[in-house]
């Protein structure tokens, strides 16, 4: 059992969760933009704004775990595979 548990998302993943009709308990929910957006913005070549967004936000609180998801690209939509886990060393705040 987790007790006061927050989860800190960034504004890109708080609007993909506003545009796909997913509410959160905005009770622990805490919205926590990126200071380093030249760090975001390598990240999004390769990632999506919410991932980017979010690897970033880690990195600068230490968060731990960081979980996102990102599609594969030139995979076919479906349950089994559709996605993929991405972490982030935040000793070194590089992509592992």
Not at 16 to 29: F, K, M, P, V
Not at 68 to 90: C, Q
Request: charged share 25%; aromatic share 2%.
């Amino acid at each position: 059992m987790i007790c006061n548990a927050e989860i800190v998302v960034p504004p890109a993943v708080q609007g993909e969760l506003s545009r796909n009709a997913i509410q959160l308990d905005r009770s622990w929910i805490r919205v926590v933009a990126a200071q380093n957006q030249s760090d975001v913005a390598v990240l999004r070549e390769q990632l999506d704004p919410g991932e980017a967004e979010a690897i970033v936000v880690a990195v600068e609180s230490e968060a731990d775990p960081l979980l996102v998801d990102e599609r594969i690209p030139g995979m076919k939509r479906g349950p089994a595979a559709a996605t993929a886990a991405v972490y982030v060393s935040l000793e070194t705040g590089k992509l592992v």
